[in-house]
């Protein structure tokens, strides 16, 4: 990953993680919290393409498992979302713009059943049963819920924290094609001339200053 990249995923995980611990998790609503880094990680994933969204994914979790006041075994979270983040870097189109809200919205609640389903699968394999005790069904609509009502707010303006973000001269290829984009357009346009027709260009400007000032010449002989 770049550094603007490390930089900003790195604020926008920590953010996420104290609004979640000290403010989402003390709400007490009935199920599941809303997962405010959950929908960090998916945003993010959305821009930086699935091996950015699976690094992404990995270091935010890691950082859930060591914060307090975390009771279960560290790596648990890290592996849950590193699994998400990629599979929902996969949802990226080739120009890394979603033309519409539909998939973003489907990529949630696909995420938020599938981090609770693959987290509870996790508990169970090192022995945690929590999840049979509270109910697996209750969790999973609750976190979709919770997650689907949370996200307009959150994955809209992390992306675009993100796009913007990509327009630094350390971003990757996508932003070295529109800077390509960019260039051809102010060679073609930006300076009024066309490359191969310079002289035409020219001359046009010279006729039509010799007509203008032709017209001005007429108006004073008729005065």
Not at 88 to 116: C, D, F, I, Q, Y
Not at 191 to 206: C, E, N, P, Y
């Amino acid at each position: 990953m770049r550094v603007n990249r490390i930089l900003l995923s790195t604020a926008l995980v920590v953010v996420a993680l104290v609004v979640q611990v000290s403010v989402l998790a003390r709400l007490h609503l009935p199920g599941a919290v809303p997962d405010l880094l959950l929908l960090t990680v998916l945003a993010l994933a959305m821009v930086y393409g699935h091996v950015g969204g699976a690094l992404v994914g990995f270091g935010a979790g890691l950082l859930a498992d060591l914060a307090p006041p975390a009771d279960h075994a560290a790596g648990r979270y890290a592996l849950v979302l590193c699994v998400i983040g990629y599979a929902a870097g996969l949802v990226k189109p080739e120009n890394g713009r979603l033309k519409s809200a539909t998939a973003p919205m489907l990529v949630v609640v696909g995420a938020a059943v599938g981090s609770t389903l693959l987290y509870a699968g996790v508990g169970a394999l090192v022995g945690d049963t929590a999840a049979r005790h509270v109910g697996l069904p209750g969790l999973l609509f609750s976190a979709a819920l919770y997650d689907l009502l949370l996200a307009p707010f959150v994955v809209p303006a992390v992306m675009a924290l993100a796009r913007r973000a990509e327009n630094d001269p350390l971003a990757e290829t996508t932003s070295a094609a529109k800077a390509t984009d960019i260039s051809s357009g102010w060679l073609a346009s930006g300076t009024g001339l066309r490359i191969g027709g310079q002289r035409g260009g020219l001359r046009m400007k010279a006729s039509r200053a010799r007509t203008a000032r032709a017209g001005r010449i007429k108006g004073v002989k008729r005065l």
